[in-house]
């Protein structure tokens, strides 16, 4: 069964936008909502890197959402635990940001991840 699962990708123009989706299937919401949420992204050459990640609601640390500089001001991510969704909204997108970006669960220090969906940036 697979357990998360990423949508929204495509081909899209430098400065446009895409909306990432990832659904977490297989668990209930009371797991979802304990989760740790991420979007990472990884290009050729590179290694995979975290973009956003977001903390659950019952976690102590305050600050819950954190950006890699380099998307601070153009991309947002977002939960909805009622859907075992997550979201990452990705505005002014530029030819770096081309990757493949894989949703991430994390709880009790173990990783799930999705299979990734292809975001390339390019005229």
């Known amino acids: 069964q697979v357990q998360l699962v990423e949508s929204g990708g495509g081909l899209v123009q430098p400065g446009g936008s895409l909306t990432l989706s990832c659904k977490a299937s297989?668990?209930?919401?009371?797991?979802?909502?304990?989760?740790?949420m991420a979007w990472y992204r990884q290009s050729p050459g590179k290694q995979r890197e975290l973009v956003a990640s977001?903390?659950?609601?019952?976690?102590?640390?305050?600050?819950?959402?954190d950006y890699i500089d380099s998307v601070k001001g153009r991309f947002t991510i977002s939960r909805d635990n009622a859907k075992n969704m997550l979201y990452l909204q990705m505005n002014n997108l530029r030819p770096e940001d081309t990757a493949v970006y894989y949703c991430?669960?994390?709880?009790?220090?173990?990783?799930?991840w999705g299979r990734g969906t292809q975001v390339t940036v390019s005229s």
């Open positions: 297989g668990i209930s919401e009371g797991i979802f909502i304990i989760s740790t």
């Open positions: 991430n669960r994390e709880i009790m220090s173990r990783h799930f």
């Open positions: 977001s903390l659950s609601d019952k976690s102590p640390i305050e600050k819950k959402i």
